[in-house]
């Protein structure tokens, strides 16, 4: 196999002469994927934007712009609930899932990479485990939008695959940008 390097305006980028590149790369963002939710489960269920505790969790697997985006929103809701003592946070429930409650199990199902991005879907399943006789798992699918950086693949943003009428829709950046513009600071 034959392989260049590239470097261009600060990034590196691989030509493969065959796809064993596009495999190690599917591999590479099914594991910052995996590492992600597995930062997830440590602290879930969690609520709007997480703290900064629970933001240096998710650091090592999100990209620089996922970052500050949720820096920016953390900030935000410092700014709205200054100024509005007894309103509930401007992001309520779970962000990184579709749903309200957020996500009991997940599985990274496959990943596949376009140059310098790239997605991994992901099935999550919240189960309530008995806490309503009636109730049955929910099960959905999730995209994450992972980016290339210099430190590896990245998750750069969540698409929302709620199919139920007020499960999460669009995307996790969407949310939180718009928590950024109602905060009124």
């Excluded at 500050?68 to 003592?85: S, T």
């Excluded at 879907?121 to 008995?130: N, R």
């Excluded at 798992?137 to 007020?166: H, M, N, Q």
Aim: charged share 20%; glycine share 12%.
């Amino acid at each position: 196999m034959k392989v260049a390097i590239v470097a261009s305006a600060g990034t590196v980028a691989l030509l493969c002469a065959t796809g064993a590149c596009f495999a190690d790369a599917n591999a590479d963002m099914a594991k910052v994927a995996t590492g992600f939710y597995e930062a997830y489960a440590t602290f879930h269920p969690s609520d709007g934007i997480p703290d900064a505790k629970g933001h240096a969790k998710y650091e090592p697997f999100i990209s620089p712009r996922l970052d500050q985006l949720l820096i920016e929103g953390n900030r935000a809701e410092a700014v709205f609930a200054k100024a509005n003592k007894d309103s509930p946070p401007l992001i309520e429930g779970d962000l990184f899932t579709s749903n309200f409650e957020g996500a009991t199990a997940y599985k990274v199902d496959g990943c596949s990479a376009n140059g310098s991005t790239g997605r991994c879907t992901v099935t999550l399943t919240y189960d309530d485990h008995g806490q309503s006789a009636k109730a049955k798992p929910l099960t959905w699918t999730d995209t994450v939008y992972l980016v290339a950086t210099p430190g590896g693949w990245r998750v750069d943003d969540i698409g929302y695959g709620a199919t139920w009428a007020f499960g999460n829709k669009g995307r996790l950046s969407d949310t939180v940008k718009g928590a950024i513009a109602n905060a009124g600071g």
